[in-house]
Structure formats: structure tokens, C-alpha cells
């Protein structure tokens, strides 16, 4: 057992308003420069819909992530031989109308206008260019108008949804979305790491945070079309590829992310994970069906006394090991099982994990047309979701309903007990049956209520404490001699080695 540290994060989907105040919070910090005006480094989406960059999710269009073969992964679009032919050309890259095309408006034109009949506009302008345009997109374009046929109808998760579900998706009463926000998920198999010919992206060795190299980075480009969440973007006024660097300033300072602590909803969780590394390349090989559990299953239990020896005697601190026990994110994906990946199918072993919306919790009249608290289904249930359980499912499950129905459903007996315990007219006895069908007791509920609902600043944020001294001398060894090309991670020596 191999045993590494991982800073890694949960967003609970149904706390998240589509304020976007964490997109301008990363906007103001990190892109607001020359070259860097149509990146998002956090961006949020509304789905169903086609996001940033315009239906990032279609792999058959941006080849992104690894696939599994017979003898091990392959990147899907950049391997030796195809990275060869498309340096010139490459098919697979995202064009900035897949973005957008950046603009302010011309705002000096409202003091210096003529006096005339009419009042004066700020007509729109463009960021690369400098000329007056026409806007015909933009990184949020679809916002809030995602769930209508519109937009909906492209979201690529809707592929493997029966024509009988879409059609009822649309009915203009049954119209729903959600918001997903999204930053680079710091995978524990990057495949932009995988891509890059330079070298010049890596993976922490203390913390496992992806960084790129600006002195090695050489524009190759392949790490914007290697990853499958298109995280990965390329400055055209540098000549340098950038990405999503988790605030490590911040970190080191004991400083939350700049998008989790503005996050006005409080949706975000961030916490250290310890992960056998020797397993990586295995989970990644799982086939679909069981990546979700695959993946949470490199996740170690960090009370666990040979993990933490193993841990030790692999460098890692105590204090470490200390923020590794109280992560939060550690309790919502191993112990509570209610947050999973994203597109864990692109086998990049993302370490963002979401909690799955419930979307509008809405009481439903029974037969007699009353409100019957007392019904099982009073709060609606899994099965008549109003986003078919497998739309979730193509998100959150690589395709496999049951860890999301798992989790959807131990969040709702939540709710059933919660309301027990605060209005009293759901039976207790009834809420306890619930809770247990969902697999949870009445004390795990308070706890997931408590992180959900109350928890403050300290609990949703465990920041490990960093310690760089130690990590200077991680630089020395690639961990290549690990085998395995996508993990790109260096390996720490033994301590007092
Ligand atoms: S592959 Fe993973 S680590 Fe790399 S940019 Fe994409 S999301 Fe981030
Ligand atoms: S700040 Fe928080 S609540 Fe607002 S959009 Fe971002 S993630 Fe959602």
C-alpha cells in the first residue's frame, strides 16, 4: 500500500443558487488578464444544458479522458502517433466559439456622446479584437433557460434517456434544472498530466493539486483537448496553457480556495483524503459499471492504524493525517456514500465528488386529493424524478443508477426524519423506518444534517496545514518508474532517506 494525501472537494447540488459570485470571485483573482478573458476557471452550468465550453460533456466531438483497451488506457485523442498528426490541425479542439467570444461594452461612449434626441448606449465590444460585435454567446448563455427544449435538448447526458422521458422532461409544467458548478477536479489519473510532451504538468506530491508549468509548457495544446471536463485552457496572447491551480497560495496560508469562500450558497467542502497509490492504475480499468465504487474504494480509512503507519512511513505528518480524519469530504463520500464524480467514466479519477440534487422537494396530494403526511411518498419519490434517474446516472454513476439512487434516496429520508424531529406531523416511527430503508441511522442523519445545514466555516473547510519544507524535496523523483504514464505524481522519499 502506497499511501498519498489528496486536498479534495464536495459541492452539494441542491445548495447551489447559480449566483455565480464564485466564478467572479476566480474571474478577479486569476483571469482577468490579457489572453485570459474567455477562461472560467470555475464556471457554473445549468442542466440540463450544454455548458462552457458549448457540450464539453460530447466526447465523440472533443475526445477527451482515457479509454479502455484490451492492454491498459489510451488517451483518446492525443497518443504518440495521433498527437504527431494533429499538431498542425487538430479536430478535437475546442475554438473559441466553443467558448465564447469575450466582451465588455463601451462604457466611455455614455460620458462622451454627442447630446442628441436619444440617450446615449454602451454598445458591446470585443475583448480580442477591440471591434464593436454582435454578442451570440456567452460562458453562462444557457443559464436558467437550460432545463427548456431549447438548450436541453443538445445536453449530451439525455442520450441514453427514452424518447417517452424527454418528451415529458419538456412539458412546460414538468420544466426543472439544476446548477453545476465546475473547477478542474485535481483527478488522481490526470489525463492532462498524461498528455503534455513537455512535462510541464504535474501533480503536487503533498497534496496532490494539479499545476502547469509555465516555463515548460511548449503549446502543444494537447492537455485542453486530453481533459474531458475541458479545464485546461490556452492563453493566446502568452502562448502558455493555464488551468484551475486550487488557490494553492491561499492553501498554504490556511486560506480557503477564493470560490469556496465566497461561495454564497455554501455548497463547497474541502478536505484532505489519504488514497493507495498502488492501486491507481487498477481502479481506472474497472469497467463502468463499477467505477463509482471502484474509485471510492482507493480512499482509505484514515483511523484506520495501518493506513496510518503506511502513511508515516511514507512521509506523510501527523497533522496531516490529523486534517485527513476530520475531512468532510471524507464523510460524504466514504461514510455517508451521498457525493460521487463526475463522468468517472472518463477514468481520470476526479477528486470533486457532488452531491446529487433532490431538486424541488414538493408534497404531493394523495389519491383523495389531501396532503397526507403519513404516505411514503408524501415528498415525492426516486421514481417519478422529474430528471429520468438515468440523466443522473450518465452524470454522477458512469452510466450506473444505484449509487445515485442511493444517494438521492438517503437524502430524502433525511428530509422525511428532519421534518419529523422539527414539525412533528411526519410519524417518528415512520421516519425511522425510512431513514433505515435508506440505509442510515437517526445519529448519521443529524450528522449529515448538521454538515449540510449548520456546519461553519471550520467544518465545511478542513485545510491541512501545508508543509513545503518537505515538499521542495518531493521534486526530485518522478513517479514514472511507477509504470503508469497517466499518473505524472512524484514520489516522496522515505523520510530521513
Ligand atoms: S484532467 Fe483532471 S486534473 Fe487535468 S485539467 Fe482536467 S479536471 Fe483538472
Ligand atoms: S457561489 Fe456557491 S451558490 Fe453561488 S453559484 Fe457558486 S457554487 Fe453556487
Redesign the pocket.
Known amino acids: 500500500m502506497d499511501v498519498r494525501a489528496q486536498v479534495s472537494m464536495v459541492f452539494h447540488l441542491d445548495k447551489c443558487i447559480g449566483c455565480h459570485t464564485c466564478s467572479v470571485a476566480c474571474k478577479n483573482v486569476w483571469t482577468d488578464r490579457r489572453g485570459a478573458e474567455y477562461m472560467w476557471w470555475n464556471n457554473v452550468e445549468t442542466k440540463p444544458g450544454t455548458g462552457y465550453p458549448t457540450g464539453w460533456e460530447d466526447q465523440s466531438k472533443y475526445k477527451?479522458?482515457f479509454e479502455k483497451k484490451e492492454d491498459g488506457l489510451e488517451l483518446r485523442a492525443v497518443g504518440k502517433v495521433r498527437g504527431a498528426l494533429t499538431v498542425f490541425h487538430n479536430p478535437n479542439f475546442p475554438v473559441i466559439d466553443d467558448y465564447y467570444e469575450p466582451f465588455t461594452f463601451d462604457y466611455q461612449n455614455l460620458f462622451d456622446a454627442k447630446e442628441g434626441a436619444d440617450q446615449p448606449i454602451a454598445r458591446p465590444v470585443s475583448m480580442i479584437t477591440g471591434k464593436p460585435m454582435e454578442i451570440e454567446s456567452g460562458p453562462n448563455w444557457d443559464d436558467d433557460l437550460a432545463g427548456s427544449k431549447h438548450y436541453a435538448a443538445h445536453d449530451p447526458n439525455l442520450a441514453n434517456v427514452s424518447a417517452e422521458e424527454r418528451e415529458a422532461l419538456f412539458d412546460i409544467e414538468r420544466l426543472v434544472f439544476f446548477y453545476l458548478p465546475r473547477i478542474?477536479?485535481?483527478?488522481l489519473n490526470?489525463?492532462?498530466?498524461a498528455a503534455c510532451p513537455s512535462g510541464a504538468?504535474y501533480?503536487r506530491g503533498e497534496d496532490g493539486i494539479?499545476l502547469l508549468n509555465q516555463e515548460r509548457c511548449r503549446a502543444w495544446r494537447f492537455?485542453v483537448t486530453?481533459?474531458?471536463?475541458?479545464?485546461?485552457y490556452f492563453n493566446w496572447s502568452t502562448g502558455k496553457s493555464e488551468?484551475?491551480i486550487l488557490c494553492y497560495p491561499r492553501l498554504e496560508s490556511g486560506q480557503a480556495p477564493a470560490c469556496f469562500h465566497s461561495c454564497v450558497g455554501r455548497i463547497r467542502y474541502l478536505g484532505m483524503v489519504l488514497y493507495d497509490a498502488d492501486r491507481i492504475e487498477q481502479v481506472a480499468q474497472t469497467e463502468d459499471h463499477d467505477l463509482v465504487d471502484a474509485q471510492r474504494s482507493l480512499i482509505l480509512d484514515p483511523n484506520d492504524p495501518k493506513v496510518i503507519a503506511d502513511a508515516k512511513r511514507n512521509g506523510i505528518s501527523d497533522d496531516v493525517i490529523a486534517s485527513a480524519q476530520r475531512s468532510p469530504v471524507y464523510r460524504y463520500v466514504i461514510e455517508w456514500g451521498l457525493a460521487l464524480p463526475l463522468h468517472a467514466e472518463h477514468r481520470?479519477l476526479?477528486m470533486?465528488f457532488y452531491v446529487p440534487p433532490l431538486l424541488p422537494v414538493m408534497a404531493q396530494k394523495s389519491e383523495n386529493g389531501h396532503y397526507d403526511t403519513t404516505h411514503d411518498d408524501f415528498l415525492g419519490s426516486i421514481d417519478q424524478y422529474r430528471l429520468p434517474l438515468q440523466y443522473m446516472a450518465s452524470m454522477f454513476g458512469a452510466g450506473n443508477e444505484a449509487p445515485v439512487r442511493y444517494a438521492l434516496r438517503k437524502q430524502l429520508a433525511v428530509r422525511y426524519y428532519r421534518r419529523a424531529v422539527t414539525t412533528g406531523d411526519i410519524p417518528q416511527e415512520q421516519a425511522d423506518r425510512l431513514l433505515k430503508e435508506a440505509g442510515c441511522t437517526p445519529e448519521e442523519a443529524d450528522r449529515i444534517y448538521h454538515l449540510t445545514a449548520l456546519a461553519p466555516f471550520d467544518d465545511r473547510f478542513v485545510i491541512p496545514p501545508m508543509h513545503r519544507e518537505e515538499a521542495i524535496e518531493m521534486l526530485d523523483e518522478p513517479l514514472e518508474a511507477k509504470g503508469f504514464a497517466g499518473m505524472g505524481i512524484r514520489k516522496r522519499p522515505e523520510r530521513g532517506a
Open positions: 477527451g479522458g478542474c477536479n485535481h483527478c490526470p489525463s492532462c498530466v504538468l501533480k494539479v492537455c486530453a481533459c474531458p471536463y475541458k479545464k485546461t488551468k484551475c481520470t476526479p470533486l
